[in-house]
């Protein structure tokens, strides 16, 4: 497909005489004509970023769709700016099939331009990409639906389906190594395409919101387990986007970090500030709705706890691998409840320091910035809360567990 899209842009580079790019309507790269000219204003920052980024920006996109290239039927000439990094005009061919942009050919101006028979020309070869692109987009929409049953099926036979329906709608590719990328909040629609994605699909996001951006607990504005911030929380019946992505090798992740780390990148179709998570990988696709509750979980753990993220792999996230297992609505143990309301949080925040420093008081002290006295003090006060004692194990592990719950659900 992909040559097939470079021959035809290589055909309107010919027709006109100037480098082709053509982009899909959500101005990611697709192909470009070569560049052969010793005319530096030739590649303005504008077309240099497109090649080598292989998409435009948000404020790239929306200068250039002001000029109604998305309703366009025919070439928009659109003038040079240079206070926006256009140093060249351009032409848009939009490419359209039944009506529907498909996606975009662009041009650098010249004069004198074409004419309007060799534009008329171009444009048929335009109205023929737009046949690929809508053939390629309507097998990514049935690519999307197989890989969202999948994640969401019941096991049994409902799964089984599923996956036979996948295997065949992936080809050969199918019972390769995989791993499942979770993104999330998510809002909107699939990207229309993602280098080094296999399929995407947006699926339920089934855990309560909660800040993305909270500081890590013993920071000097970490905020206690349990605690809402303002801003950026995913409702309880939210979304996230979930991307299958081939590896090479079980023990380099490399490909699904750098696609996770792509799409949190701002400007994306996400709200607030989102995480990833990264399951283990799998070879095949029977388990892949065991991946992608591993990597929800480590995208709600990056969430919980930002040494972690904002990318997380499943490996990584410790004690929520287990927390995350359990339960998206953890019991309300009575001995922690009255510690986990908002009127002790930073008890609550001295107590979970406390833990992760392993119960050493210098460290937790020294994490907190308080004097050891104060700690002492602070955790007879949890102890008298909590009915707990903290020198005993279990009762340690209690509380460690309720407040690293309260973290991730909270």
């Known amino acids: 497909m992909k040559g097939d899209y470079q021959d035809l842009v290589d055909e309107i580079s010919a027709l006109l005489g100037a480098p082709a790019t053509l982009e899909n309507r ?36 929306s200068w250039f769709e002001g000029f109604g290239i998305a309703r366009a039927t025919g070439p928009v000439r659109i003038p040079a700016a240079p206070e926006a990094g256009v140093f060249r005009g351009r ?50 929409a049935d690519l999307s639906r197989e890989f969202l049953a999948v994640l969401t099926a019941g096991r049994g036979g409902q799964r089984d389906m599923a996956v036979a329906a996948l295997r065949v709608a992936l080809g050969a590719g ?17 990207p229309a395409s993602v280098p080094g994605a296999a399929a995407m699909c947006v699926a339920p996001w089934p855990w309560p919101g909660r800040e993305t951006d909270a500081p890590e607990p013993g920071s000097a504005s970490g905020q206690a387990p ?53 399951g283990e990988p799998r070879r095949g696709l029977t388990t892949l709705a065991d991946a992608w509750a591993e ?18 792999q499943w490996s990584d996230i410790g004690p929520y691998r287990m ?12 001995a922690t ?29 020294a994490a907190l910035g308080i004097h050891r006295q104060t700690l002492y003090y602070r955790l007879a006060r949890v102890e008298q809360l909590t009915g707990l004692d903290l020198d005993e194990g279990e009762d340690r592990l209690l509380l460690h567990m309720a407040l690293k719950a309260a973290r991730l659900y909270g």
Do not use: N
């Open 174 to 190: 199918a019972d390769g190594l995989h791993a499942v990328v979770c993104v999330a909040p998510w809002a909107g629609e699939a």
């Open 226 to 278: 349990g605690t809402k911030a303002a801003s950026g929380a995913a409702s309880a019946d939210g979304q996230a986007l979930g991307v299958l992505v081939r590896l090479r090798s079980a023990d380099v992740l490399t490909p699904a970090v750098a696609l996770a780390t792509r799409l949190l990148q701002p400007g994306g179709q996400h709200p607030g500030r989102p995480t990833a998570g990264i």
């Open 26 to 61: 959500d101005f990611r790269l697709i192909a470009f004509g070569a560049h052969d000219s010793d005319d530096d204003l030739a590649m303005d920052p504008v077309r240099t970023r497109s090649i080598l980024t292989r998409q435009s920006t948000a404020a790239v996109r």
């Open 295 to 312: 990597a929800s979980a480590g995208a709600r753990s990056a969430a919980a706890q930002p040494r972690l993220g904002p990318v997380a």
């Open 323 to 334: 927390l995350a297992a359990l339960s998206a609505d953890p019991a309300d143990d009575p």
């Open 91 to 140: 032409i848009c061919l939009p490419v359209r099939y039944r009506g529907i942009v498909q996606g975009y050919v662009w041009l650098l101006d010249r004069d004198p331009g074409p004419g309007p028979a060799v534009l008329e020309a171009a444009m048929e070869v335009a109205e023929r990409i737009g046949v690929l692109l809508a053939a390629e987009a309507k097998a990514g």
């Open 337 to 365: 409840r009255a510690l986990l309301s908002p009127a002790h949080r930073e008890l609550a925040r001295t107590a979970e320091v406390f833990l992760d420093s392993a119960g050493q008081a210098g460290r937790a002290a």
